[in-house]
């Protein structure tokens, strides 16, 4: 069983990403500019956020291979909302960035295999806090998505618009 490719763990991943892609792609550029509070980002960097971790976490901490075929190449010093408020994302970069992204996320969910999650991945050189497993790493993305999901469906819900519908 080691051998075993940990996507049944994440059978459900493909389908939130896709829920999110839906969402995205039918909003507006004022629903993106939606903020659920003033201290809080406005939907589109929340969104890209999302994506920018997934390469951050996946390609940089990682090392796996993909960050070159996203906006995102620069992802730990350069992400929508954490360090970039000023290059609003459009519904359809965003589009293109959902499925990017996945594209790293797929890729993982096929490569790694079950005795791969207890490996230790480390980056003294960013911190004594460094060190992860790639078991962590994984779970931390899966949540970090449904996470700003739901962040986004508070948004949504607020305005009276549909929002990702994570369950159907």
Do not use: K
Not at 1 to 8: E, L, N, Q
Not at 79 to 88: K, N, Q, T
């Amino acid at each position: 069983m080691t051998g075993a490719s940990i996507r049944p763990a994440f059978g459900t991943w493909p389908h939130y990403n896709q829920r999110l892609r839906e969402t995205v792609e039918r909003m507006t550029d004022e629903q993106l500019a939606m903020q659920p509070s003033s201290d809080r980002w406005p939907a589109w960097a929340t969104i890209g956020h999302t994506l920018c971790q997934r390469v951050f976490l996946l390609c940089d901490f990682a090392g796996e291979p993909g960050a070159d075929t996203t906006r995102f190449t620069n992802a730990a010093f350069d992400c929508p909302g954490d360090d970039d408020l000023e290059h609003v994302l459009s519904a359809g970069d965003l589009v293109e960035q959902i499925d990017a992204t996945f594209r790293i996320v797929d890729g993982c969910l096929d490569r790694w295999t079950i005795h791969m999650l207890d490996e230790e991945i480390s980056h003294p050189e960013w911190g004594e806090d460094r060190t992860h497993t790639r078991g962590w790493i994984i779970q931390r993305v899966f949540s970090h998505d449904v996470y700003h999901c739901a962040e986004l469906n508070e948004t949504l819900g607020a305005a009276g618009l549909p929002q990702i519908d994570l369950w159907e």
